[in-house]
């Protein structure tokens, strides 16, 4: 999967590239993405201060969520679950059940 400027994500076959779909609805560049290990979740991160959960298989938005009170720079899945990890310029990591679209733990720095 890619993350564009254009604020669309495009995932790929990661064996041939073939081009399978398009992701839309972030209304900022997407700076982050990850997949779960098993891969039936994308997690994006935007500069619209949301954090998107989306089916892989057809590219469902299945939740949209208000994270942060600024950009929203990196997410990353743990490995083997379906938790996640969100960092903003507001100073916060959150950890999150992609699952359950919960807010897990609030960490300040």
């Known amino acids: 999967a890619v ?3 254009d604020s ?7 064996d041939t590239y073939k ?8 209304k900022l560049p997407v700076n982050s993405i990850s997949i779960s290990s098993d891969s039936q979740l994308l997690v994006s991160a935007s500069m619209d201060k ?3 959960i989306w089916g ?3 590219g469902e ?3 949209s969520i208000f994270a942060h009170d600024d950009s929203v720079t990196a997410v990353s899945f743990c490995r083997g679950t379906h938790y996640f990890f969100s960092v903003s ?3 916060t990591i959150k950890y999150w059940d992609a699952d359950h679209f919960c807010l897990v ?3 300040r720095s």
């Open 3 to 5: 993350a564009l400027q």
């Open 8 to 14: 669309t994500i495009k995932i790929y076959y990661s």
């Open 19 to 26: 081009f399978v779909l398009s992701l839309y609805g972030h």
């Open 50 to 52: 949301n954090i998107k």
């Open 56 to 58: 892989t298989t057809f």
């Open 61 to 63: 938005c299945r939740k």
């Open 89 to 91: 310029r507001d100073c």
């Open 105 to 107: 733990q609030i960490i």
